[in-house]
């Protein structure tokens, strides 16, 4: 591991002047990802800026029926909270889903959004990535991606992102905080992730030096029945091979609202829009629901060893929006 | 602590098992290695070094976790508990008596993982925390009866190659329900006590 300076922020401005425009520095929150990757040589900061002690570590209602959740909130309190378990159970099933007690407790929520792909390639340096080296390439599209994506990845990059937490939020319409130098700024979470393209380096929207300071989530009626269910290939303590944050409101037999995010199969959570506006005002049927998972999967392209995730992605959307209507008729 | 931004170690304190421990660390080294390799204590075990297994987890301020990827420098100033201060003199923690009375592992390379782990998830589940196996997540729907499988879910992060996981789980409900007991004469003591009192 290169050696590094630590210094430890104790306000948001603070932490923000001490990162400055330094491209060798890192902010530190839980460093379950971090510091993993500096071990293995994927990240080599020449200095840390440790966040966790910063004043972000509160859970509030906002005055609109929402959620204000502070970036360095872990994941075992986001989880644990009365008010998201009521108003967003998808979240707390989505945070425990992920990782392991002790992760969750050191793991933060600005964290959670900023993780890297778990990919092998990623992960060995002595292999090429076009998202660790741009222009070097990318070896999963000939090689071992059965766990890669399917929806909205490129020629350059086919990795998918690991976060459980973030497909809950793409479907509540989480709105991330952050402040820089210049001032303060807040990303939708549709725009909060960039698009592969032919820069998979380049991962989020956050201008040079951003610091996370929140997300918000919007008032969601819909959310307070809502389902998050990850497949994977064990039964516990493992990556998502598939997931999928559903919420549902019917009445009389017709989709009012619904939502839809799909885990571990794009570079970054992917908000199922397609199949949402297919089943708004449908019939809330199986039948209608197979419908419109295809429409949604209509677009994926699947490579040679990862097939199954578009059965299995169809099959998870018709068999969690049938249990979720199954609900709402008792 | 003073630290010059170009510096990369730091003279800190660490509070560990309720003692003060100063010594100076590079950055780079873990909780788990400070432990280990400096302090003597070396109760914590290093299985793989990457939050995958378990067998390092301690207590940071009362909550688990893995001393692989905490950096020992982002430990100063939170109170640390190992294995070592589990128990209180000659007297073993529940936790730790439970696995001994139900053979809760083999080898025991994983044991004070597993068994700070556990002291966690009796805490956790006490504090009314769902897991992902929990049906309902609502809070309405109150704590979910700490079953075998809940069990199983909780304790998913302390991996045992030996596969003592049946007598794990055995312990783990033992230790549990002896929580639940203890703090029910407790309660009964206390209402004992007020009544001689009124009396």
């Not at chain 1, 479907?171 to 032919?198: N, R």
Request: hydrophobic share 40%.
């Amino acid at each position: 591991m290169r050696e590094f300076g630590y210094q430890r922020a104790h306000d948001v401005s603070g932490a923000v002047a001490l990162l400055g425009a330094d491209p060798d520095a890192r902010f530190l929150g839980g460093g379950t990802n971090l510091v993993d990757l500096m071990k293995t040589g994927v990240e080599r900061p020449a200095r840390l800026v440790d966040v966790r002690e910063l004043p972000l570590g509160r859970i509030e209602s906002t005055d609109d029926g929402g959620l204000r959740i502070g970036a360095t909130v872990t994941n075992s309190d986001l989880a644990a909270h009365p008010e998201v378990r009521r108003r967003y159970p998808a979240l707390t099933q989505a945070v425990l889903a992920g990782a392991s007690g002790q992760l969750r407790n050191m793991a933060t929520v600005g964290g959670n959004l900023l993780q890297r792909t778990r990919c092998g390639y990623f992960a060995d340096v002595t292999k090429p990535c076009n998202k660790r080296v741009p222009g070097s390439g990318c070896p999963a599209i000939e090689g071992e991606h059965h766990n890669h994506a399917i929806l909205g990845a490129s020629g350059h990059c086919v990795a998918t992102h690991p976060s459980d937490m973030g497909v809950a939020l793409a479907a509540f319409d989480a709105v991330v905080s952050y402040e820089t130098a210049d001032g303060s700024g807040e990303l939708p979470f549709a725009e909060f992730y960039l698009p592969v393209g032919d820069t998979p380096h380049l991962e989020t929207a956050l201008p040079p030096g951003a610091l996370i300071t929140g997300v918000t989530l919007p008032p969601a009626p819909v959310a307070a029945r809502s389902r998050y269910r990850k497949v994977r290939e064990r039964a516990s303590y493992a990556f998502a091979i598939g997931s999928i944050a559903a919420a549902l409101d019917v009445r009389d037999g017709v989709v009012r609202e619904v939502r839809l995010a799909f885990g571990a199969v794009a570079s970054r959570p992917w908000r199922a829009r397609t199949a949402e506006l297919a089943l708004t005002g449908a019939p809330a049927d199986a039948e209608t629901f197979a419908a419109a998972a295809d429409a949604e999967l209509a677009a994926a392209e699947p490579l040679p060893h990862n097939g199954y995730k578009v059965t299995l992605m169809r099959n998870l959307v018709v068999a969690e929006l049938t249990r979720l209507a199954e609900e709402a008729a008792r | 602590m003073a630290t010059a931004p170009s510096s990369t170690y730091s003279a800190i304190t660490l509070n560990i098992n309720g003692e003060k421990y100063p010594l100076s660390v590079d950055h780079r080294t873990t909780l788990l290695d400070a432990l280990r390799e400096r302090l003597d204590l070396t109760g914590t075990k290093k299985g793989c070094d990457q939050g995958q297994c378990g067998a390092c987890t301690v207590l940071l301020d009362g909550r688990r976790a893995v001393a692989c990827l905490q950096l020992a420098v982002a430990a100063e100033g939170r109170e640390i508990t190992t294995i070592e201060g589990m128990a209180e003199g000659e007297q073993l923690h529940p936790v730790q008596q439970a696995f001994l009375d139900l053979d809760g592992y083999q080898c025991g390379y994983c044991t004070p993982g597993q068994i700070c782990s556990a002291v966690a998830v009796i805490e956790e589940h006490a504090a009314g925390w769902p897991s992902a196996v929990t049906d309902d997540v609502r809070p309405e729907a109150g704590p979910p009866p700490l079953t075998a499988d809940e069990i199983r879910e909780r304790m998913s992060g302390n991996l045992c190659r030996c596969g003592a996981y049946v007598s794990i789980v055995q312990a783990v409900a033992r230790a549990a329900a002896t929580r639940t007991e203890s703090a029910q004469d407790t309660e009964s003591t206390e209402t004992t006590e007020t009544t001689e009192t009124a009396a």
